[in-house]
C-alpha cells in the first residue's frame, strides 16, 4: 500500500488553489482517485464548472459564498466549516479518495471558524494511503510543521493593486 502525504499551499499569493488543482489532474492522470472540498468558496467558479462538463476532478463547494475576515464572520460560517470537516473526516475515513483537496481549510482555521486541533487530529488520523492537500494563506504552523511538503506561494506583483478586477477564468 502507497503512503499518502501532507501536502499545503499556503502564502499571501495567487494559486494556492491552481496548485491543487495541478496535483489533483496529476494524480487522475495516474489512476488516482480525487475529492476537492472547498470550504469558503460557492459553486460558481471556473474549476467548479471545468470539473461540471469533464466529470473530473469531484469537485464540493461547502461555502457560502460570502467575503469572510476575523471582523465579519458569523456564526452560521462557524457552523457550516465544522459541518464541512464533519464531512471531510468521514470521506477520508471511507479511503474512497486517494487524494482530498481541503481547499481553502488554512483559512477557515486562521478566522477561527475552525479548531486547528480537530483538523490536525483529522489529517493525523487518516488512513496511511490518503493524501491530503490543504490551501489557504495564513495556514497555521502547527499544520506546517505536520506537512511533508509545504509551498509558500508569494505575492510579488498582482493586477488587483493597480486596480484591475479579478478576470473570469484567469483569478476565478
Not at 452560521?76 to 459541518?83: D, H, R, V
Not at 489529517?123 to 490551501?135: A, E, L
Amino acid at each position: 500500500m502507497k503512503k499518502g502525504i501532507l501536502l499545503v499551499f499556503t502564502g499571501e499569493g495567487k494559486g494556492k488553489t491552481t496548485a491543487s488543482l495541478g496535483v489533483s489532474i496529476r494524480a487522475i492522470g495516474y489512476g488516482l482517485s480525487t475529492l476537492i472540498l472547498q470550504f469558503i468558496k460557492r459553486g460558481d467558479t471556473g474549476e467548479v464548472l471545468f470539473s461540471r462538463k469533464y466529470g473530473e476532478p469531484l469537485i464540493v463547494p461547502l461555502g457560502m459564498g460570502q467575503f469572510i475576515d476575523k471582523k465579519s464572520s458569523n456564526p452560521i460560517e462557524t457552523i457550516n466549516c465544522s459541518l464541512s470537516l464533519s464531512l471531510a473526516r468521514a470521506l477520508i475515513s471511507s479511503e474512497l479518495f486517494d487524494v482530498i483537496v481541503l481547499d481553502e481549510v488554512g483559512v477557515a482555521v486562521s478566522l477561527g471558524l475552525l479548531d486547528v486541533k480537530a483538523l490536525l487530529d483529522m489529517v493525523n488520523s487518516r488512513p496511511k494511503g490518503v493524501t491530503i492537500i490543504i490551501t489557504g494563506r495564513n495556514t497555521p504552523e502547527s499544520i506546517i510543521k505536520n506537512a511533508d511538503i509545504v509551498s509558500d506561494i508569494g505575492d510579488l506583483k498582482h493586477h488587483f493593486k493597480s486596480g484591475i478586477k479579478a478576470i473570469e477564468g484567469i483569478d476565478f
